[in-house]
């Protein structure tokens, strides 16, 4: 359901103006001007009601931020707690158990294929393969989308029986989780999980066949990196060119700015660069990190170098990510054994605490400083697609112009499939906006 | 899904099952969970309430076999506080803008068609909607939807009836 127009002159004049993203997490929209082939604008639009999740924190106890941060999404609640969690044992100096460790990696395992399973089935494969909608799609791909259905449902499973429910997870608390959980309730997923892992194969086979535009874009990489693992909750933040920074330092190189076109605050880097994350970044920096099974069905599609380049195949890396997460929460699930306590005790104090961690759109970033009490003074809460809008609108200027020679529908069905190639989750982004902003006339 | 309320006993077949989406924490999207807490002791014992927060293919599936559904939602598209109910597939097209507002990755016609292809057979049921002014966060209602409350608690009820299937 949305109106688009695209409005075409004279040779090498565009206008797409898509008043309704569809197919994406929230609402926004998409402004873009290009005249005699140069793109003058390109403004990717997020006009959600900012959420003040920054100012609702202070005064809370942690335990109470880990619960209110996961309700400003209802895709990746897991992301927020587990960098809010990370965040505040880091600060105050908490150890946890390894088998709180595995159950927090296993806890982000599902919310990644309960997200990627729905980005590549029902919101990204019907762009490839010629559909309006899922719905359209599913006539002719009923299994596929029922792979897709399945594959989403194992995610539930596990975010379900570790979060203690399926959306706005509540069972995470500071040390550990609010209870035990027996090795015979971890092992219960295991059916389901298999299942899951053969069908992220299948779909690795079936996105890496997709024909799929051709596009270039030379910009920054940001991922995070971890010399064991492949990175969720923990590594350092890495980029393409160089950066190696720890978790705890995204200040150092990142900020947040205004814009006067979107509800939203896009991060740079302090240099002013844009940059992207996700998907492509997590696999071209830290794919030498990934599950075997991960790295030999990547290998098998041939197409790591051309991930790094073209978000186009993002669904490809996605696809990657599903066999990793599914194969990796097999790995867990077949190795747990029950921690002793469910959560290491702690006291209150003052403390800064910041952290990353990686959800399924990229990194996201928390800091918090805790007064002496242990409640939250201040907040910086900075989710994955408010750091890679600049890196979507410099792509969609660099994109347009190879589509003046298309139909109009085509144009717009190319500029919306590269929007949703970096699965933006609008209602994330908007997470606080300074209310005195500027109107565009 | 994130609770379920069976009011029906275990032996006692399901007439209807009342899917309540929204989230407590915004605004007027809070509306049809405040109604059916109003409503949750009037209800016959064959129903059973699901609080979904966003509509999901799974939460249609999941609805037992033989089993109407209502579907309780804010809606943008109309003014604050009025109220509507429609049969479930009656959003598909609709020129005057209403739409589901807690409906985001697929819109609300592709949730319930992609479930209808799934299950094989078409969902049967009515939807209630109620006009929102504001979605921001914060948990009271504004004036009009607050208003609005004993028209939105009286519809559904009425369209627990009117969604019974025929046996």
């Given at each position: 359901m949305h109106d688009t127009n695209v409005l075409t002159g004279p040779p090498g004049h565009l206008e797409v103006d898509i008043a309704g993203l569809t197919r994406v997490e929230g609402e926004g929209s998409l402004r873009l001007q290009v005249r005699n082939g140069a793109v003058e604008k390109a403004h990717l639009e997020i006009f959600e009601a900012p959420r003040y999740f920054e100012r609702l924190v202070?005064?809370?106890t942690p335990d109470e931020v880990i619960d209110i941060v996961a309700r400003i999404c209802g895709i990746c609640p897991v992301a927020y707690q587990m960098t809010a969690v990370h965040a505040f044992e880091h600060g105050l100096g908490i150890e946890v158990d390894p088998a709180v460790r595995a159950l927090r990696r296993l806890l982000y395992c599902g919310e990644w294929i309960e997200s990627h399973a729905l980005h590549v089935y029902l919101l990204h494969l019907p762009d490839f393969l010629g559909y309006a909608s899922a719905l359209e799609m599913a006539h002719d791909h009923q299994a596929a989308v029922e792979s897709g259905l399945t594959l989403k449902r194992a995610g539930n499973k596990i975010v379900e029986l570790i979060g203690g429910r399926a959306i706005h997870p509540v069972s995470v608390r500071l040390g550990g989780f609010s209870r035990s959980f027996r090795r015979t309730e971890i092992r219960a997923l295991r059916g389901v999980v298999v299942e899951a892992v053969e069908l992220a194969l299948a779909t690795v086979d079936l996105v890496a066949g997709l024909d799929t535009p051709t596009f270039e874009r030379d910009g920054r990489l940001v991922a995070m990196r971890h010399p064991r693992e492949y990175p969720m909750n923990e590594g350092r933040i890495v980029s393409n060119d160089g950066l190696d920074i720890a978790t705890t330092d995204w200040r150092s190189e990142f900020s947040e700015q205004q814009v006067a076109w979107s509800n939203a605050l896009q991060s740079r880097g302090r240099d002013g660069r844009a940059y992207l994350l996700g998907p492509m970044a997590r696999i071209t920096l830290?794919?030498?990190?990934?599950h075997p099974v991960a790295a030999a069905a990547l290998a098998r599609t041939g197409l790591a170098a051309e991930i790094a380049i073209n978000p186009y195949r993002s669904i490809v890396a996605r696809a990657i990510e599903l066999v990793d997460a599914t194969a990796e929460a097999l790995d867990i699930i077949d190795a747990y054994e029950p921690a002793d306590v469910a959560a290491t005790p702690w006291r209150p104090a003052a403390a800064s605490a910041a952290w990353a961690t990686e959800a399924p759109r990229g990194l996201i970033f928390h800091a918090y400083e805790l007064d002496e009490r242990g409640l939250v003074t201040h907040a910086q809460i900075v989710p994955p697609t408010s750091q890679n809008q600049a890196a979507i609108e410099a792509d969609l200027a660099a994109f347009a112009p190879r589509v003046l020679e298309l139909s109009h529908s085509q144009a717009t069905l190319r500029i919306e499939q590269l929007i949703r190639s970096y699965d933006p989750c609008i209602s994330c982004a908007t997470?606080?906006?300074?209310?005195s902003m500027e109107e565009v006339p | 899904m994130t609770s379920a309320t069976r009011h029906s006993t275990a032996s006692q077949p399901i007439g209807v099952e009342v899917l309540v989406c929204g989230s407590m924490d915004r605004g007027d999207d809070g509306a049809p969970m405040l109604a059916i807490d109003l409503v949750r002791k009037a209800l016959p014992d064959d129903v059973r309430v699901r609080i979904v927060s966003e509509l999901d293919i799974d939460d249609l599936l999941g609805v037992a076999p033989g089993a109407g559904v209502v579907i309780v939602d804010a809606a943008i598209g109309?003014?604050?506080g009025e109220v509507v109910e429609l049969p479930i597939n009656g959003f598909a097209g609709r020129p005057d803008g209403l739409r589901p507002r807690s409906s985001h990755a697929l819109e609300f016609p592709e949730v319930v068609g992609l479930a209808e292809m799934m299950r094989g057979r078409p969902v049967d049921g009515r939807v209630v909607a109620i006009g929102g002014a504001a979605f921001g966060l914060g948990g009271a209602l504004s004036r009009r939807v607050a208003a609005a409350m004993p028209e939105l608690t009286a519809t559904i009820l009425g369209a627990i009836d009117r969604s019974r299937v025929p046996s």
């Amino acid at each position: 359901m949305h109106d688009t127009n695209v409005l075409t002159g004279p040779p090498g004049h565009l206008e797409v103006d898509i008043a309704g993203l569809t197919r994406v997490e929230g609402e926004g929209s998409l402004r873009l001007q290009v005249r005699n082939g140069a793109v003058e604008k390109a403004h990717l639009e997020i006009f959600e009601a900012p959420r003040y999740f920054e100012r609702l924190v202070v005064g809370r106890t942690p335990d109470e931020v880990i619960d209110i941060v996961a309700r400003i999404c209802g895709i990746c609640p897991v992301a927020y707690q587990m960098t809010a969690v990370h965040a505040f044992e880091h600060g105050l100096g908490i150890e946890v158990d390894p088998a709180v460790r595995a159950l927090r990696r296993l806890l982000y395992c599902g919310e990644w294929i309960e997200s990627h399973a729905l980005h590549v089935y029902l919101l990204h494969l019907p762009d490839f393969l010629g559909y309006a909608s899922a719905l359209e799609m599913a006539h002719d791909h009923q299994a596929a989308v029922e792979s897709g259905l399945t594959l989403k449902r194992a995610g539930n499973k596990i975010v379900e029986l570790i979060g203690g429910r399926a959306i706005h997870p509540v069972s995470v608390r500071l040390g550990g989780f609010s209870r035990s959980f027996r090795r015979t309730e971890i092992r219960a997923l295991r059916g389901v999980v298999v299942e899951a892992v053969e069908l992220a194969l299948a779909t690795v086979d079936l996105v890496a066949g997709l024909d799929t535009p051709t596009f270039e874009r030379d910009g920054r990489l940001v991922a995070m990196r971890h010399p064991r693992e492949y990175p969720m909750n923990e590594g350092r933040i890495v980029s393409n060119d160089g950066l190696d920074i720890a978790t705890t330092d995204w200040r150092s190189e990142f900020s947040e700015q205004q814009v006067a076109w979107s509800n939203a605050l896009q991060s740079r880097g302090r240099d002013g660069r844009a940059y992207l994350l996700g998907p492509m970044a997590r696999i071209t920096l830290a794919g030498e990190s990934l599950h075997p099974v991960a790295a030999a069905a990547l290998a098998r599609t041939g197409l790591a170098a051309e991930i790094a380049i073209n978000p186009y195949r993002s669904i490809v890396a996605r696809a990657i990510e599903l066999v990793d997460a599914t194969a990796e929460a097999l790995d867990i699930i077949d190795a747990y054994e029950p921690a002793d306590v469910a959560a290491t005790p702690w006291r209150p104090a003052a403390a800064s605490a910041a952290w990353a961690t990686e959800a399924p759109r990229g990194l996201i970033f928390h800091a918090y400083e805790l007064d002496e009490r242990g409640l939250v003074t201040h907040a910086q809460i900075v989710p994955p697609t408010s750091q890679n809008q600049a890196a979507i609108e410099a792509d969609l200027a660099a994109f347009a112009p190879r589509v003046l020679e298309l139909s109009h529908s085509q144009a717009t069905l190319r500029i919306e499939q590269l929007i949703r190639s970096y699965d933006p989750c609008i209602s994330c982004a908007t997470h606080f906006l300074d209310l005195s902003m500027e109107e565009v006339p | 899904m994130t609770s379920a309320t069976r009011h029906s006993t275990a032996s006692q077949p399901i007439g209807v099952e009342v899917l309540v989406c929204g989230s407590m924490d915004r605004g007027d999207d809070g509306a049809p969970m405040l109604a059916i807490d109003l409503v949750r002791k009037a209800l016959p014992d064959d129903v059973r309430v699901r609080i979904v927060s966003e509509l999901d293919i799974d939460d249609l599936l999941g609805v037992a076999p033989g089993a109407g559904v209502v579907i309780v939602d804010a809606a943008i598209g109309i003014d604050a506080g009025e109220v509507v109910e429609l049969p479930i597939n009656g959003f598909a097209g609709r020129p005057d803008g209403l739409r589901p507002r807690s409906s985001h990755a697929l819109e609300f016609p592709e949730v319930v068609g992609l479930a209808e292809m799934m299950r094989g057979r078409p969902v049967d049921g009515r939807v209630v909607a109620i006009g929102g002014a504001a979605f921001g966060l914060g948990g009271a209602l504004s004036r009009r939807v607050a208003a609005a409350m004993p028209e939105l608690t009286a519809t559904i009820l009425g369209a627990i009836d009117r969604s019974r299937v025929p046996s």
